[in-house]
C-alpha cells in the first residue's frame, strides 16, 4: 500500500512557474512508476508526466515546460513547471504504480494523492 501526498499548488500569472511536490509512503519507492495528472473543470482527466528507472514521459501538451523528477532517499517526486499558460489550470494529482512501463492511462495507476489546486491567470 502507497500513500501519496501532494503540495506546492497555487496562483500564479501566465508566463510564471511553480513546483508540486509528492511525498509518498513505502519502504520500495524507487521501484515504482510514479505519475502526474490532471484534470481542469468539465474535462477529461489528463496524463502530464511519468517518471521510472527507465526514464521520463511527457504529454505533448507541456513538453519542453514541464520537468518530472523524484528523490529516491526522500521518497518524493517532483513536478517543475514552467511557462505556465491559463489552460494549464487544473487539479494536479500525484499516482503510483509499482508495474513495468511508463504508462499514460490513469486506470493503469492503483495509488492516488488527494490533488493539488494549480490556477493560472492570464
Known amino acids: 500500500q502507497v500513500q501519496l501526498v501532494e503540495s506546492g499548488g497555487g496562483l500564479v500569472q501566465a508566463g510564471g512557474s511553480l513546483r508540486l511536490s509528492c511525498a509518498a509512503s513505502?519502504?520500495?519507492?524507487?521501484?515504482?512508476?510514479m505519475a502526474w495528472f490532471r484534470q481542469a473543470p468539465g474535462k477529461e482527466r489528463e496524463f502530464v508526466a511519468a517518471?521510472?528507472?527507465?526514464?521520463?514521459r511527457y504529454a505533448n501538451s507541456v513538453k519542453g515546460r514541464f520537468t518530472i523528477s523524484r528523490d529516491n532517499a526522500l521518497s518524493t517526486v517532483y513536478l517543475q513547471m514552467s511557462s505556465l499558460k491559463p489552460e494549464d489550470t487544473a487539479v494536479y494529482t500525484c499516482?503510483?504504480?509499482?508495474?513495468?512501463?511508463?504508462?499514460?492511462?490513469?486506470?493503469?495507476?492503483?495509488?492516488w494523492g488527494q490533488g493539488t489546486q494549480v490556477t493560472v491567470s492570464s
Open positions: 499516482a503510483a504504480k509499482n508495474s513495468f512501463g511508463n504508462s499514460g492511462t490513469y486506470g493503469d495507476y492503483p495509488y
Open positions: 513505502g519502504r520500495t519507492f524507487s521501484s515504482y512508476v
Open positions: 517518471i521510472s528507472y527507465i526514464g521520463t
